[in-house]
């Protein structure tokens, strides 16, 4: 089995930043592409960043400029630095990772609030 555990959120003032964590761990053969989503009270589960096995990325135009996505491969790992944020960047953040073989799997999520 395959386990995701997200780290790293927590209450934020505007314009504050916060690194979130994800580690991928249990029968991984290779991890393809990870990604960060989240999801807003009374929202849809949107995309925030995508990164791929050769680490190409790509961001909703909400939060380019802002966010940063990386990954170790070596750890499973795949962070994602926010910077700037502000009230409309509250949400449970959500890791994805597709596993070769494996299909997709999911964290459990971790809460960002940004408030004053």
């Known amino acids: 089995q395959v386990q995701l555990v997200e780290s790293g959120g927590n209450l934020v003032q505007p314009g504050g930043s916060l690194r979130l964590s994800c580690a991928a761990s249990?029968?991984?053969?290779?991890?393809?592409?990870m990604g960060w989503y989240r999801q807003a009270p009374g929202k849809q589960r949107e995309l925030v960043a995508i990164?791929?096995?050769?680490?190409?990325?790509n961001y909703a135009d909400s939060v380019k400029g802002r966010f940063t996505i990386s990954r170790d491969n070596a750890k499973n790992t795949v962070y994602l630095q926010m910077n700037s944020l502000n009230p409309e960047d509250t949400a449970v953040y959500y890791c994805?990772?597709?596993?070769?073989?494996?299909?997709?799997?999911w964290g459990q999520g971790t809460q960002v609030t940004v408030s004053s």
């Open positions: 994805k990772a597709v596993i070769q073989f494996r299909g997709d799997y």
């Open positions: 249990g029968s991984i053969y290779r991890i393809n592409d």
């Open positions: 990164i791929t096995s050769s680490r190409g990325t």
